[in-house]
């Protein structure tokens, strides 16, 4: 990727977190520990769903891939912030950015369908529980992942050959910790008329589409749930769902929190709901699915045993 249109900016500077010198250093260890926490949760809920046969099913199966794209996910922005808190000059080339902006669509883009198909999957099974191994047959199940990264592959490629079209002249100070594409805007010194209308086209597609089905799916899961008779029955519905309700809440509210803001791009305080959504929530991701997970809590029991004994 070379700049687009002739333009004269080779490398982007990041503005970061803050520009407190005495502040770079608590924030690295506070970051290190963070994405240790990111990488270690998601790679062993990863290893757990692999290694344990009788978690090969629909619900874990889209678990994995969720697990495996925020693993990915926090992956576009950790490293690099960490070493930007070590350096005097947060420098990113050209290239760099442009690729970093291509991950952060691709994988953000890919968990809001997966996040979708995890919803339709509980509204399967507790709606149409007879119906479930049709309705959620391998091939369906492949075909949902197989279309999640379509879309978000097309998306991120949308937005990024629209960024790399644009020509950057002499500003190149990004007000971010990291290539996001309304604080790129904010820097181009020609039209960013397409951008803006593929952003608002793209945004209505991968964020609306989404919400509107995990909200009519989780409707008609909580009417199905208020028929049942037995309070057993209803506690264990509510249970198979609350992992999941406690994820998309953090995943959708903190994400449109970050960049409906009208100071998201221009203050540090409109970062620090970002910092939310980018690092914080795939942290704490693994957290929620095992610990409020009874499955997931005896195959990593029953995985251990085996591993001692």
């Known amino acids: 990727m070379s ?45 757990l769903l692999v290694l344990n046969s009788h978690l090969h099913t629909p619900m874990y199966f889209f678990l994995l891939n969720l697990s495996f794209i925020d693993l990915c996910y926090s992956s576009v922005f950790i490293p690099k912030m960490l070493i930007n808190f070590l350096s005097k000059k947060n420098i990113v080339s050209y290239q760099g950015c442009m690729a970093q902006l291509f991950f952060f ?11 979708t198909s995890m919803a339709y999957d509980r509204y399967v099974a507790i709606c149409n529980p007879l119906l479930y191994n049709i309705a959620m047959s391998p ?46 805007l904010q820097l181009s010194c020609t039209s960013t008329y397409v951008n803006k209308l593929v952003l608002f086209i793209m945004g209505g597609i991968n964020i609306i589409m989404p919400s509107l089905t995990i909200f009519i799916s989780y409707g008609f899961i909580l009417s199905s749930i208020l028929h049942v008779n037995s309070t057993e029955g209803r506690s264990k519905a509510f249970s198979t769902c609350s992992s999941h309700i406690i994820a998309i809440s953090l995943f959708f509210g903190s994400g449109s929190f970050a960049n409906l803001q009208p100071s998201s791009t221009t203050t540090n305080e409109g970062k620090i709901p970002s910092i939310f959504y980018t690092n914080v929530v795939p942290m704490m991701k693994p957290l929620i699915y095992s610990l409020r997970n009874k499955d997931v809590i005896l195959a990593m029991r029953k995985t251990l045993s085996r591993r001692i004994f």
Do not use: K, W
């Not at 010198?21 to 949760?41: E, H, K, R, S, V």
């Not at 669509?105 to 996040?115: A, K, M, P």
């Not at 079209?165 to 594409?181: E, P, S, V």
């Open 139 to 184: 091939n369906v199940c492949s075909t949902l992942i197989f279309g999640s990264y379509l879309m978000a592959f097309s998306s991120a490629m949308a937005h990024t050959r629209c960024m790399l079209r644009l020509t950057f002249c002499d500003a190149n100070t990004i007000n971010h910790y990291f290539c996001d594409i309304l604080p790129m």
């Open 3 to 47: 700049p687009g249109n002739g333009s004269l900016v080779t490398r982007f500077i990041l503005a970061g977190l803050t520009d407190h010198p005495d502040l770079q250093l608590p924030l690295f260890f506070l970051f290190l520990a963070m994405c240790i926490i990111t990488m270690l949760g998601n790679l062993t809920l990863i290893t």
């Open 105 to 115: 669509c691709l994988f953000v883009i890919s968990e809001c369908y997966v996040l």
